[in-house]
């Protein structure tokens, strides 16, 4: 899976979490969870439930702390499929 | 961790404690009870003349035993926990019958799931008849202050 297929797959979780529709729409890597998004801590635990579903990984407690922006997300997901396949 | 441990970490004062007795808890889920006193101040004005608990009460009882009560349960092994504190930060409730002062309300709590410290409960409210008065999800999450 490249990370364009992840991106598309991470917005489409989002999406139901978020009102900041344009900032979704131009989500990049650099687009925060909290500050772009206005997600709270209790929405980006369910964010990670939904990840972890979607892409069939485990999302430790360490890996939870550093999801707080796409770019930071993405590696997360790309690192625990590697894991999964290796 | 025995009930009278647990009523004794809850954060409230008097005027504000909704947990009368708890019946059961294990990790997957509590049971309670609370009773509303005719006394209580929110009944001279909610409504004027024509006393019935609020419906933010209600949700505030089934908070309090459905997630307070389970979350100091379920991190009471955590040996680093001094205190704990639980912010509500959603909820999602039907109500179905009005509650009346003197009304004796029974609480279950049934853990969907804890993780990264977000506990989210489906928490359901019964009244003396067993007729269910309120039902619906609770979440919030557990902030825990180490002795450190």
Redo the contacts between chains.
């Keep these: 899976m490249n990370k364009n297929d992840i991106l598309a797959g991470l917005k489409e979780i989002i999406t139901p979490y978020t009102e900041e529709k344009t900032a979704l729409e131009h989500i990049t890597e650099d687009t925060d969870f909290i500050t772009d998004l206005k997600i709270n801590s209790a929405n980006l635990v369910d964010i990670v439930l939904d990840i972890e579903e979607k892409f069939d990984i485990a999302i430790d407690n360490d890996s939870m702390a550093k999801m707080l922006n796409v770019k930071a997300t993405l590696e997360i997901i790309a690192q625990k499929q590697a894991e999964n396949a290796g | 961790m025995t009930k009278e441990e647990i009523l004794a970490k809850l954060p409230y004062g008097k005027d504000f404690l909704f947990v009368g007795d708890l019946l059961s808890i294990s990790e997957n889920g509590i049971t309670g009870t609370y009773t509303f006193d005719e006394s209580l101040p929110f009944y001279q004005s909610h409504f004027k003349d024509f006393p019935i608990t609020p419906a933010v009460i209600l949700t505030e009882t089934m908070a309090q035993i459905g997630l307070v009560c389970l979350g100091i349960f379920l991190t009471a092994e955590t040996e680093v926990v001094k205190g704990i504190g639980v912010a509500m930060?959603?909820s999602s409730v039907d109500f179905l019958k009005p509650v009346y002062p003197g009304t004796k309300v029974l609480v279950n709590s049934e853990k969907i799931?804890f993780?990264?410290?977000?506990l989210s409960c489906r928490v359901i409210m019964k009244d003396e008849s067993g007729d269910t008065v309120c039902k619906g999800t609770i979440?919030?999450?557990l902030t825990m202050n180490s002795n450190e």
């Design positions: 930060t959603s799931y993780r990264f410290n977000k979440s919030g999450m």
